[in-house]
């Protein structure tokens, strides 16, 4: 019979291989009876527990442990899902995926994908959603030529979100342009909206019409870029993980400021899980003018290695197609065109990379890559 250990403020219990400790507060909030069975929600309150919480009898039954509290209370926990937590193991997530860097000759590999297919099934959506916590980015194609369209691509993911520019926005060329976007001017490589306290996740550009002379996209894997940074400029990666810059966005109707990580941190494992760059939004920097030293420098390097043609993926965003990607990861861009030679016109709008994620778990879930 297993040895159980009652102690002030938990119990040790022998596992196999391993004697292990755990906190009573602990295992009452963990019953089974703690959760509701079919929102799987919490419905105990730990609060109302007394400060002294503890076990009157404790005991191990058919490999479980079996524990009865001073208020009458029974609790079982299988043995096996015990081990799991010994030793502070932390919760598994399959949307916890590993990121696959590419460079400028990814567009012939990209992922694409089939909009009615996408529509039709399932399976190929979880897919997709794989394919953009991978790699980041991904074409639909056969797109239907229509705001519905886009809306119900974005659905199948999520929730269109909001942000200053609404809930989409159009990209054309336009009299008294609000921003660079809606001329025919070159976008330098940058993230969207970095001045919002939270920028959106995943960017969908529709492009409806694009007959116009030039008019490129551009992008490029900024995770790919940072980590080479880090190799080769260790000093100036750490700066760029560690200052909050700022980063503003002002019209007649907005006056739109946060501050951004240049390079962020996956809090999960510590890689680089993207960016926020944008040289046309970015705020008058506000740090000491010793540190613009040292800053400078690490910004212009990282802006640079950006535009290597190493990194740089360039190609023509045609009609009917629709490109989705981690803002928060990929930058992007466009070559200038000229104006009056066509029409230019596509369609954006936003979703959480939360709902990404969470979109990916439940799919998955039920549609096995196997």
């Not at 404790?58 to 509290?69: P, R, T």
């Not at 100036?236 to 007649?252: A, D, G, I, N, Q």
């Not at 535009?307 to 200038?336: T, W």
Request: aromatic share 12%.
């Amino acid at each position: 019979m297993a040895n159980i250990n009652l102690l002030k403020t938990g119990l040790e219990v022998e596992l196999p291989q391993q004697t292990a400790y755990f906190n009573y507060f602990w295992l009452r909030d963990n019953c089974a009876s703690s959760w509701d069975p079919i929102t799987q929600e919490r419905i105990f309150d730990i609060l109302e527990e007394p400060e002294d919480l503890s076990v009157k009898h404790a005991e191990i039954l058919a490999g479980d442990l079996q524990v009865e509290w001073h208020d009458g209370h029974q609790s079982q926990y299988s043995l096996d899902w015990l081990r799991r937590w010994a030793c502070g193991e932390k919760h598994g997530d399959i949307a916890i995926r590993n990121r696959v860097p590419w460079y400028s000759d990814h567009y012939d590999k990209m992922a694409r994908f089939d909009y009615a297919d996408l529509v039709e099934n399932p399976a190929r959506v979880a897919d997709w959603t794989e394919s953009l916590l991978d790699d980041g980015v991904s074409i639909v194609s056969n797109m239907p030529d229509s705001n519905e369209g886009l809306k119900s691509l974005c659905g199948l993911i999520g929730t269109v979100r909001a942000s200053f520019s609404g809930y989409e926005f159009d990209v054309f060329s336009k009299a008294d342009p609000e921003n660079l976007a809606y001329t025919t001017k070159a976008l330098e490589l940058h993230t969207d909206l970095p001045p919002e306290e939270l920028p959106p996740g995943i960017q969908f550009l529709h492009c409806r019409m694009n007959d116009a002379v030039g008019g490129d996209s551009l992008f490029v894997d900024a995770m790919a870029v940072a980590n080479k940074l880090k190799s080769s400029f260790p000093d100036y990666f750490k700066l760029l993980t560690e200052l909050t810059v700022p980063f503003r966005y002002t019209t007649k109707d907005h006056d739109v400021r946060s501050r951004q990580r240049i390079i962020e941190l996956d809090p999960n494992n510590g890689e680089v899980s993207g960016v926020n760059f944008s040289q046309h939004l970015s705020d008058i920097f506000d740090f000491d003018q010793k540190l613009m030293d040292t800053l400078y420098p690490a910004f212009r390097q990282f802006g640079r290695m950006m535009q290597d043609p190493k990194y740089l993926m360039k190609f023509r965003l045609n009609a009917g197609e629709c490109i989705v990607f981690d803002n928060h990861r990929i930058a992007h861009g466009r070559a200038s065109y000229e104006e009056g030679s066509g029409d230019r016109y596509l369609r954006g709008c936003y979703v959480d990379r939360g709902e990404l994620r969470s979109k990916y778990r439940v799919l998955r879930a039920r549609h096995s890559k196997d």
